[in-house]
């Protein structure tokens, strides 16, 4: 018996018809086991849910977060905004950022956190 592939540009949807919910993805890097696209329950995939997991330490070492919404045909790197709202909620619990995370923030935190220097006259 011998199978062959039909060639078409379809490509079956990995997210359920009635989510028209923005779905967060963390690609996170798992050491000697390589980087991967960690798996996400679809009811969880929000971003409140991410940002709390990555607060508690769910990921070893995040690389980029991918945002997209089907419903609305978009996809986006969010990992600056991410980072910087990672970090602007440790500051309002004057606590340090996970180790978990630090790396991430810092290369994804742009924003340039230098104080402005005032010239006296």
């Known amino acids: 018996m011998e199978f062959i592939m039909r060639s078409s540009s379809w490509t079956p949807s990995i997210v359920p018809n009635d989510n028209v919910e923005t779905v967060y993805l963390v690609a996170d890097d798992l050491g000697r086991l390589g980087r991967a696209w960690r798996e996400a329950d679809c009811e969880t ?23 997209f919404n089907t419903a609305e045909h978009w996809a986006e790197d969010v990992s600056e905004d991410v980072a910087r709202e990672l970090r602007r909620r440790c500051d309002l619990q004057m606590r340090e950022l996970p180790h978990t995370i630090s790396d991430f923030v810092e290369r994804h935190d742009v924003r340039d956190r230098r104080q402005l220097t005032l010239r006296l006259v």
Do not use: F, H, M, W
């Open 45 to 67: 995939a929000d971003l409140e849910t991410v940002l709390g997991d990555l607060l508690t330490g769910q990921y070893s070492n995040p690389i980029r977060i991918v945002a």
